[in-house]
């Protein structure tokens, strides 16, 4: 005589499913045992309140995607508290396959898909990635600060080998995030190159220190203490780890928005220990004519933009 041997302990169908799905939406399995007059009830005040899922979504991109204004620079220079864009400019690719991502690429906040729908603050850490754009949004617009929080250096000119910070107002709350970095170890690093991470990060600490380093190497030490110029190719090392800021367009990470390239810190030298065009970036202003645009908006004059010349010589530009 057959008996009935399952008891309370058993899970059948779809349990695994179920618990997934409650670990991502709390209260979802209530909501779908209710009665349909009790779940549109429920549904209605979700929505007077807020919180369905496709306003959050809507808050979010708002929020992320609302357009911005760069700073001026009046000098020329970079100064502290400057609303800048960093933009990774274009160059002739000769090593990297599978490339996938051209043109100019500014650095991104990426938050993470499903972290992002659920809450209306953004994760703790946050990532970054790079993007074929150059308009200033809420995503790519970092404010440059000072490591000292005692001392206000609002306005004061960023100087080769000093110390600053990049940091991005996130979230409904605006709360400030920073860039930030660490070494490389088993269990935190890149996500498709394995290399060293980088984030963003509430914390100030003094892995949200970087520097800035002039391009050519020869005469990185003459240089050493004279202003930034703002729109003109740099490197920028972390200061802890002494690693380059890097883009690997050939590494495609697929975000909130879609596909990106991949952002770490890693110095790339080519034959000559020179840094390669992928560490390469620009801290890019505002256009004083249209402040809806940047100083990369103004085309060169035929005598001044000389990548046509450079690249018949060989040179990476």
């Avoid at 490389?184 to 990060?201: A, D, F, H, N, Y």
Wanted: aromatic share 8%.
């Amino acid at each position: 005589m057959a008996r009935n041997v399952y008891g309370p302990g058993v899970r059948m169908g779809n349990w695994n499913e179920d618990v997934y799905q409650e670990e991502l939406c709390p209260g979802f399995l209530f909501t779908q045992s209710l009665h349909p007059q009790e779940r549109l009830r429920h549904f209605l005040e979700k929505r007077e309140k807020g919180e369905l899922l496709i306003q959050r979504n809507r808050r979010l991109k708002k929020h992320i995607l609302r357009p911005l204004q760069l700073s001026v620079s009046e000098d020329g220079y970079v100064h502290y508290g400057d609303k800048v864009i960093l933009v990774n400019p274009d160059h002739v690719l000769t090593e990297e396959a599978g490339v996938f991502m051209r043109g100019d690429l500014s650095l991104c906040m990426s938050p993470d898909e499903i972290k992002a729908q659920l809450n209306d603050d953004l994760e703790i850490p946050c990532g970054v990635t790079a993007v074929p754009t150059i308009a200033p949004i809420g995503r790519n617009t970092f404010t440059i600060l000072s490591n000292n929080a005692n001392s206000c250096n609002v306005g004061q000119v960023v100087v080769y080998g000093q110390d600053f910070c990049l940091g991005i107002p996130a979230g409904l709350e605006g709360k400030m995030l920073y860039l930030t970095s660490d070494h490389r170890t088993l269990l935190k690093s890149s996500v498709k190159s394995w290399l060293q991470e980088v984030t963003l990060t509430d914390t100030v600490t003094h892995l949200n220190w970087w520097q800035a380093a002039f391009l050519n190497p020869q005469l990185r030490l003459e240089y050493e203490g004279f202003p930034v110029r703002a729109n003109e190719k740099i490197v920028i090392y972390h200061r802890h780890t002494n690693r380059a800021l890097a883009v690997h367009r050939n590494l495609s990470l697929r975000t909130y928005f879609g596909k990106e390239a991949e952002v770490a810190a890693h110095t790339h030298f080519d034959p000559h220990r020179v840094e390669k065009p992928k560490n390469h970036w620009m801290l890019v202003t505002g256009n004083p004519r249209n402040k809806s645009n940047t100083m990369l908006d103004i085309s060169k004059p035929i005598a001044v933009d000389t990548r046509a010349v450079e690249q018949a010589m060989g040179i990476n530009t």
